[in-house]
């Protein structure tokens, strides 16, 4: 039997020579694992990482791509990685990835070639496009022409006039490389993606352009989500009884400059988006609505209201009957007179 000393000295170099021996095993399966070749079919082609993807569908959308054979390789990659978490949403252009390791990096980690941008719910195209050439420098006029050319529209599949109301309202991380059409897609798919839901949900019999137009105008009157369902009731009562809308958001679209008071003489402008003159909803949105405006168009409150009038704090009174709406007009003459004397 060895001495104790002696023993002890085996132990201590035993246990060193596996730890070292692990560790080589280890630092191989991560060098193997991260070192792993891949080619994507298509490297030119943008791939969307949609908002809330998981490692899983992640992993599929690259596999369907055709960058890799197996799943399990990209989602170990994550794991050693401790990167499971962390795929961050966005476009990726693939082109020069030659290893899961770049690949895992790239779409994981922050990058000054990313620009991150808010759309607001309810801004025009016109108020998208500035912001678009403020923060990633693309051309606004470009930018415009394409949300209004017929072929390029049609080619993402919106029969509409324009895109105006198919551009999502979102935070988006977007690449600096990207074109003013990449950016278009992007946001385009971001708003058919929710419109999907919708329209497994929706309680009205309006087609999806009539559904975003209705939002657009909802957006253009709520100040507040909890009266959306409220307002998109009373348009939607007055569509069923045949009845100008009388939306005066409408008239703000077809009005010159920034949104102002309007006057008894805009009400008379001739034009199909004016809801004073024309029944119906106008031809298309007058704006980008975001989701909870979506929602109420496609599910408004139950409600016998037919009219609503600002309280001049931004809520409404809502009426039923014409009288009972003049009266309310008239409270809000009045708090506008006692404001203008508080001045």
């Known amino acids: 039997m060895l001495p104790d000393k002696i023993q002890l000295n085996f132990n201590l170099k035993l246990g060193t020579g596996i730890s070292i021996i692990l560790l080589i095993v280890i630092f191989s399966f991560y060098s193997i694992i991260l070192s792993w070749g891949i080619h994507c079919q298509n490297p030119d ?4 990482i949609p908002k809330g993807s998981s490692a899983q569908s992640v992993a599929r959308l690259l596999k369907e791509e ?25 476009r990726y252009n693939l082109k020069g990835i030659s290893s899961i390791g770049q690949l895992v990096n790239v779409l994981t980690s922050q990058s000054h070639d990313r620009v991150k941008v808010t759309l607001i719910e309810g801004w025009t195209l016109e108020q998208y496009a500035q912001e678009l050439k403020s923060s990633l420098e693309l051309d606004n006029h470009k930018f415009l022409r394409l949300c209004r050319d017929y072929n390029f529209t049609h080619s993402l599949g919106i029969e509409a006039p324009s895109l105006e109301g198919f551009l999502f309202p979102d935070t988006y991380i977007l690449l600096k490389t990207y074109t003013e059409g990449d950016v278009i897609r992007v946001m385009v798919n971001q708003f058919k993606h929710h419109m999907r839901a919708l329209k497994e949900l929706t309680t009205v019999n309006l087609n999806m352009r009539e559904i975003v137009t209705m939002a657009s105008i909802i957006q253009g009157e709520a100040m507040y989500e909890d009266e959306m369902k409220v307002i998109s009731s009373v348009y939607h009562n007055r569509l069923k009884k045949r009845m100008l809308l009388q939306a005066d958001p409408t008239i703000q679209y077809i009005v010159p400059g920034k949104p102002r008071r309007l006057y008894n003489k805009d009400l008379e402008i001739d034009d199909p988006y ?23 168009a496609a599910n408004p409150a139950t409600t016998d209201y037919l009219y609503f009038v600002s309280n001049l704090e931004g809520r409404h009174t809502f009426t039923k009957t014409s009288n009972e709406h003049n009266k309310a007009k008239q409270i809000m003459k009045q708090k506008r007179r006692l404001k203008k004397r508080k001045i």
């Open 274 to 296: 004016n809801t004073y003159k024309y029944k119906g909803l106008p031809p298309g949105p007058i704006n980008n609505p975001g989701l909870d405006a979506l929602n109420a």
């Open 66 to 90: 055709s960058c890799f054979d197996s799943e399990n390789i990209f989602k170990i990659a994550l794991t050693i990685t401790m990167n499971n978490k962390r795929i961050r949403t966005g």
């Open 45 to 48: 082609l943008l791939i969307t």
